[in-house]
T-cell receptor, first 116, second 114 residues
C-alpha cells in the first residue's frame, strides 16, 4: 500500500523566516517517485519537483530545497527566506513504480501562511 | 508555456443531473488523469487513461463516472447522476511519454451539487 503523511496541518511564519514542510511516505515498491505540489489560494496544483527513489541527492532550486532520506522514508521541503507569495497549501505525493500511469497518492497537505 | 485547461471553472448542478467536465491536456501528452479534492481534504485519484482506454480506476470511480476522449484534444469526465457528495474540485492532469511520472494539473473545475 502507498501512503503519504504530512503531519503538519498548518504552519505560520513571518516573512524571511526559513520553514520546513515534512513528508513521510510508506511504500513496498523498490522503485517509486516522490513529488511536491503547491496549491495557491486560486486553487490550481503547481508541480514543484519529482524525485526518484534511486536518486537520494538533495536538490536546491532558488529558495526551495528538498531533502530526501530513504533511511527515514522522508522527503522534506524547505523554503528559505519565505515570502508572502509562498502562502499556499503544499502537497507531498507518491507514485509507486508498478506502472507508468500509476496514480499519485497525496498527503493531506500543509497550509503555509507567511505573514508580512 | 503549454498548460492543461479545464472548463467550466465552476459548475452548479442539481442532485440527479448529469454533468460533463471538460479538459484540454497539453498537446503532446498521451497520459490523462482525473483527480478530485473534496473541500479541505486531500487530492484523490479517480482514473487514468491511455490509448483510448482506462488504465486504472479507483474505488471512487464507480458506474456513475465515465471518461472519454471524443477528439484529439478534449478529455471529459461525465457524472451520470450527481449526488451531494460529488461536490468537489475536479482536476484533470496529463503527462508526456518522455516524463510520464510528472503529471501536470489543470486549474480545476469546482462542482457544486445542490
Amino acid at each position: 500500500a502507498q501512503k503519504v503523511t504530512q503531519a503538519q496541518t498548518e504552519i505560520s511564519v513571518v516573512e524571511k523566516e526559513d520553514v520546513t514542510l515534512d513528508c513521510v511516505y510508506e511504500t513496498r515498491d523498490t522503485t517509486y517517485y516522490l513529488f511536491w505540489y503547491k496549491q495557491p489560494p486560486s486553487g490550481e496544483l503547481v508541480f514543484l519537483i519529482r524525485r526518484n527513489s534511486f536518486d537520494e541527492q538533495n536538490e536546491i532550486s532558488g529558495r526551495y530545497s528538498w531533502n530526501f532520506q530513504k533511511s527515514t522514508s522522508s522527503f522534506n521541503f524547505t523554503i528559505t527566506a519565505s515570502q508572502v507569495v509562498d502562502s499556499a497549501v503544499y502537497f507531498c505525493a507518491l507514485k509507486g513504480g508498478g506502472s507508468t500511469l500509476g496514480r499519485l497518492y497525496f498527503g493531506r497537505g500543509t497550509q503555509l501562511t507567511v505573514w508580512p | 508555456e503549454p498548460e492543461v485547461t479545464q472548463t467550466p471553472s465552476h459548475q452548479v448542478t442539481q442532485m440527479g443531473q448529469e454533468v460533463i467536465l471538460r479538459c484540454v491536456p497539453i498537446s503532446n501528452h498521451l497520459y490523462f488523469y482525473w483527480y478530485r479534492q473534496i473541500l479541505g481534504q486531500k487530492v484523490e485519484f479517480l482514473v487514468s487513461f491511455y490509448n483510448n482506454e482506462i488504465s486504472e480506476k479507483s474505488e471512487i470511480f464507480d458506474d456513475q463516472f465515465s471518461v472519454e476522449r471524443p477528439d484529439g484534444s478534449n478529455f471529459t469526465l461525465k457524472i451520470r447522476s450527481t449526488k451531494l457528495e460529488d461536490s468537489a474540485m475536479y482536476f484533470c492532469a496529463s503527462s508526456d511519454p518522455g516524463t510520464p511520472y510528472e503529471q501536470y494539473f489543470g486549474p480545476g473545475t469546482r462542482l457544486t451539487v445542490t
